[in-house]
């Protein structure tokens, strides 16, 4: 075959070729392939040298005119090639603006959170501030200074989660609150000789069986009063506001007595269940009254332990419940959900 009769083979045989390159990257290889340092058109030019003189001329114009053609031909077809990729590739990105947004779930406060701020609000308007007092208490500070010796027979009252290790001396044993009373102890002894209108927040723990209606751990409120001239009707008081101002108004309060080593007199605060508005029912257990808190004046020997004189000093204190307030006022039936994390009570509220 002559030279020329191959140069026209290796020009058609570039051409088909072209036409199955359908991607830019089969496009380089064909790029390579013909038009490259070692491409095939490149090797027919290089041929010019070995010819006969009087071919030579013919050839290497030929060469060149192919070459040429051979390079618009690539071109055009790079061209359609970029741009029907890149309709490929924005049909494939598409973002259909028109579709529903995913929604972005929100957070809020959890319904002990928000008892516990409607709490303070309401003691707020009565002049109390909040006082935190911490979850690792010592013996000392949740029993023996609140008039709670070891063996005194009034400790069964709460059953106690102890911490290990440390200090193990009587007294300084540390142990999970077991109630917001040592509180008491602190904000006394920090704050005398100052009168004194303040609430402990807190969660307490108890070594107890959880039921639907205990928990091993709940929040207390605590309220504590100290001043020159306490007295029982100032808690009445104080805590009848509180019914009307939590409750609703109108909700009458009773006074029961009772019994708690670091009050004397010792009372338990009830009022009228907000359910059947003292009909009786399940929730206040057909007794038409629902307890809101324990409470008391002050024992003589817990305010000389705080640093008051009960000669020249009186005081009244009350712990008050946060989830059982809530369960009322919600209708929720089993305290267990409060701390179960299910998303489904949770988000109710
Ligand atoms: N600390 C008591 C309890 O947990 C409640 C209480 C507080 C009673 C303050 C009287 C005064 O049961």
Redesign the pocket.
């Known amino acids: 075959m002559s030279a020329f009769a191959e140069l026209e083979q290796v020009h058609e045989a570039a051409l088909a070729d072209l036409k199955t390159a359908l991607t830019t990257q089969a496009l380089d290889a064909w790029e390579d392939r013909y038009l490259g340092r070692k491409g095939e058109i490149t090797l027919q030019a290089r041929q010019v040298g070995q010819m006969a003189r009087e071919d030579r001329p013919a050839f290497g114009r030929r060469v060149n005119e192919i070459k040429q053609l051979l390079e618009q031909a690539h071109a055009s077809r790079l061209e359609v090639l970029r741009h029907s990729e890149l309709t490929e590739r924005l049909e494939a990105e598409a973002i259909d603006v028109t579709l529903p947004g995913r929604p972005v779930v929100r957070g809020h406060l959890h319904l002990t959170t928000q008892t516990l701020r409607e709490l303070y609000d309401i003691f707020a308007k009565m002049g109390f501030e909040v006082y935190e007092a911490p979850d690792v208490e010592l013996e000392a500070y949740n029993f023996d200074l609140l008039n709670i010796p070891q063996y005194h027979p009034a400790r069964d ?1 709460w059953d106690t989660f102890w911490v290990e290790g440390g200090d193990q001396q009587r007294g300084n044993r540390r142990l999970l609150r077991t ?3 040592p509180g008491q102890i602190r904000a006394m002894r920090e704050r005398y000789p100052e009168p004194l209108r303040v609430i402990l927040p807190g969660k307490c723990y108890r070594y107890e069986q959880i039921t639907v209606r205990s928990e091993h751990q709940f929040y ?1 409120v ?1 309220g504590l009063a100290v001043g020159p001239r306490i007295t029982m009707t100032d808690l009445i008081g104080t805590m009848t506001e509180f019914s009307h101002l939590f409750y609703g108004r109108d909700r009458r309060v009773r006074v029961r007595s009772s019994y ?1 080593p ?2 004397e007199p ?1 009372v338990e605060l009830d009022t009228e269940c907000i359910l059947c508005d003292g009909e009786g029912c399940a929730v206040c257990k057909y007794t038409g009254w629902l307890e809101i808190a ?3 004046m002050v024992h003589p020997i817990v305010l000389a332990n705080g640093g008051y004189d009960p000669d020249v000093w009186s005081g009244f ?3 008050a419940g946060v989830e059982r307030p809530a369960m009322q006022k919600f209708g929720v039936e089993d305290i267990r959900l409060f701390y179960g994390n299910d998303l489904r009570f949770l988000r109710q509220f």
């Open positions: 009252m109630h917001t009373s207390q605590e708690f670091f009050t010792s324990g409470a008391g204190a009350f712990g």
